[in-house]
């Protein structure tokens, strides 16, 4: 076991999947010799030479084009977009070929070698462009997994496990944790579940499920309710996609109650699914409305980013209001 | 270092001048200074076999189109030396990435009268379990990656397969094939500059057949064709008669040798005509002449291919009524068999989305079965065999 920021877990991950397997080859934006512009590249050049970690042309959909053809090839490509932000030059390389590759050949051909990972998330100034948190756009994608950890132990684990998964995985990290979070790792080889979520705290009255970085707010503010007398019960979803819909149902019949946060905006985002997937299924265990906590309608701000992100303050706010219901 | 100029001076896109490789002429005799390739008499004759059996396949499943047999087609008249020329110079082992007018390397390639029929009538033998439309070919057996509607993402896909199969230290390379109309999309750009920059042994094979659906190329680019392209991306580039069975091959060939000892891509821009209509849907009379279609057709590249044939004396008129008349009779026979068979079981519904369905896909099957048990009649392709 090692204290590992999330960063260092995720390299350690990296590491570890291409000593156990020569077929994963990992590439992007400067993620050769510099490493990454955040560095969860770091030495992977030094240790398994250029041919395996290496810098492509500036060019997104031909970073992922160029993934794609190598995970069908049978190489476990693991692809890093700079920033969440800008994985839309390959959003058709994505949603049109990698997440139908498999079913549209009859499974002649698949690209289940393939992990996209790319920095997500706002709280770091980052303004339009280095914060958004685009998970929606691919849950209404079928054929992909998506991923977001929210510590580095998630990270290593759920990082080997999307490596290793027989399909294409999205793997967002949040990048507000990067060297914020820290933790111990296990140092020797790990996965966690896909399609798991996980109960970080229990309680009786009322269901918190957020993911990823909301994590942290969302546990602040079931911690802060506790001292109103309010017992929530903390769920982070971990996969987006395909998500664990019977522990979420599970836990809203428990409780009778439901916030959802997440950094994204709050129309079509995914805490919209969730909360029309549990009025169907736990309608008459639930008290209130489901509640949910998100950004605003608008592109991401610089000078209003306090006001903009679904905090721990609101987050609070909506667990009382729920609870008044 | 580039040279240095002193005074502004323009570099214009005809500096190139990027000439066209040719062996054959029209009457199948060979150009002066031409060579012919080292194939032999029976390669020869596979190779014109696979032009005919397109051109009989293509003239046939236009016609089921046109009846209503078959949702949708896309012939490759007047192209096919383009893609049973280079694939005739590739070897097995070589990947191909096609667009969706390259039906003849697929036959070259050994793809069956059957299993192009299955495919088009969508039924429960074909390999990608009908869930594509008419002309989506693929094959793991024939390394013929599955092709998609969308146009130019095999592009940089191919260059990543070529990357893997460099890492794996083997000896094959990848082609992909794609129209000049692809070629305007932002993943040529990104596939053949990533290519280039990471050494990947690609044959990137463009057909220039003039027109984009009703675009012509004219409206497509201003500088010197596709060609002119791979050099700016540094990648070693040749121009050739696609009409010309002859030099496509010779190129390819050529072209493969060049990206396996030098790791490395290698451009092709085959100039050729659309003879026929982009697609079923698709009627040229609205944006081109007659007159230039009737220039063209004169220049039918199976036809120039059978004059060399017989000027070799490998070739008779009595042979070739035989070869038009099997072919018809084979592609009509399955087409019958392929037009009775069942489409899939509604269970490939979900299967292949992931390597294993999820069990909300699972529950949607299952409340899906419910709901064609209670109305079977609005589902008749599939609800007598719910449980097979």
Not at chain 1, 142 to 167: C, E, F, T
Not at chain 2, 63 to 89: M, N, T, W
Request: glycine share 8%.
């Amino acid at each position: 076991m090692s204290q590992m920021n999330l960063l260092q877990a995720i390299n350690n991950a990296l590491i570890t999947a291409m000593e156990k397997d020569d077929k994963v080859v990992c590439f992007g934006e400067d993620v050769g010799h510099f490493g990454g512009v955040f560095r969860a590249t770091s030495h992977l050049q030094e240790k398994f030479g250029r041919a395996r970690c290496f810098n492509t042309p500036l060019t997104e959909q031909g970073i992922i084009g160029f993934a794609n053809g190598l995970a069908s090839q049978g190489h476990k490509a693991i692809a890093e977009i700079q920033f969440g932000d800008y994985i839309f030059p390959a959003f058709d390389q994505i949603v049109n070929e990698t997440a139908k590759f498999r079913y549209r050949s009859g499974n002649e051909f698949n690209v289940g070698g393939l992990t996209i990972r790319t920095p997500y998330g706002g709280g770091i100034r980052g303004g339009h462009y280095h914060s958004q948190s685009p998970e929606a756009y691919f849950a209404h994608t079928p054929g992909l997994k998506i991923v977001v950890p929210r510590n580095p132990h998630q990270a290593k684990g759920l990082l080997l496990a999307s490596i290793r998964d027989d399909n294409p995985v999205i793997f967002f990290e949040p990048k507000r944790l990067y060297r914020a979070a820290v933790g111990d790792v296990p140092e020797e080889d790990y996965e966690l579940p896909i399609g798991v979520a996980e109960t970080v705290r229990e309680g009786q009255d009322c269901t918190l499920l957020a993911w990823g970085a909301q994590m942290e707010v969302a546990s602040k503010a079931a911690e802060r309710a506790e001292k109103e007398g309010i017992d929530c019960e903390v769920i982070d979803l971990r996969s987006i996609l395909p998500w664990d819909v019977d522990a979420v149902v599970a836990s809203v019949k428990k409780t009778g109650r439901l916030v959802v946060t997440h950094e994204a905006p709050l129309t079509n985002g995914f805490g919209a699914e969730i909360a029309a997937t549990v009025q169907e299924q736990a309608f008459l265990s639930l008290e209130a409305p489901v509640s949910r906590v998100c950004g605003l309608d608008v592109p991401y701000p610089l000078s209003h980013e306090a006001e903009y992100m679904p905090d721990e303050t609101k987050v609070f706010e909506a667990i009382v209001a729920t609870m008044n219901y | 270092m580039s040279k240095s100029i002193h005074k502004p001076g323009f570099v214009l896109g005809d500096a190139l001048d990027i000439p066209t490789f040719k062996v054959l002429k029209q009457d199948g005799t060979l150009y002066k200074g031409a060579q012919e390739p080292e194939f032999d008499k029976e390669m020869a004759l596979k190779l014109y076999d696979d032009l005919v059996f397109i051109r009989v396949l293509d003239e046939r499943m236009v016609g089921a189109q046109r009846q209503g047999r078959i949702p949708f087609y896309l012939a490759s008249l007047g192209e096919e030396a383009a893609s049973v020329g280079s694939a005739g110079a590739l070897k097995p082992q070589d990947m191909i990435f096609a667009q969706y007018r390259e039906q003849g390397a697929l036959r070259h390639r050994g793809f069956s009268v059957d299993q192009f029929m299955d495919q088009c009538f969508s039924n429960e033998r074909d390999l990608g379990k009908g869930r594509q439309m008419p002309i989506h070919y693929g094959s793991k057996a024939l390394n013929y990656n599955t092709i998609s509607s969308p146009l130019g993402t095999q592009i940089p896909q191919a260059a990543g397969y070529a990357y893997g199969q460099k890492l794996d230290g083997i000896d094959a390379c990848t082609i992909c094939y794609f129209g000049e109309g692809a070629a305007s999309e932002g993943d040529f750009h990104a596939g053949l500059n990533m290519a280039a920059v990471l050494k990947c042994p690609t044959i990137f094979l463009c057909r220039n057949n003039g027109y984009a659906i009703s675009t012509p190329s004219a409206e497509q680019f201003s500088g010197d064709g596709v060609a002119s392209r791979g050099i700016g991306y540094g990648i070693a580039t040749l121009r050739v008669d696609g009409n010309d069975l002859l030099a496509v091959y010779a190129a390819t060939v050529a072209a493969r040798a060049y990206a396996l000892e030098h790791n490395a891509p290698v451009l092709i821009e085959a100039m050729s005509y659309r003879l026929g209509a982009h697609s079923t849907s698709d009627d040229p009379t609205g944006y081109r002449s007659k007159d230039e279609e009737a220039q063209w057709a004169k220049k039918d590249p199976i036809l120039r291919y059978k004059h060399w044939l017989t000027n070799k004396g490998w070739w008779s008129d009595e042979q070739e009524k035989t070869l038009y008349a099997e072919h018809r009779s084979n592609i009509l026979a399955a087409m019958k068999a392929a037009e009775k068979r069942p489409v899939p079981t509604i269970d490939h519904l979900i299967t292949d989305v992931y390597d294993e369905p999820t069990p909300h896909l699972r529950q949607q099957l299952k409340q899906l079965k419910a709901h064609m048990r209670k109305y079977p009649d609005q589902y008749p392709k599939t609800s007598g065999r719910l449980d097979a």
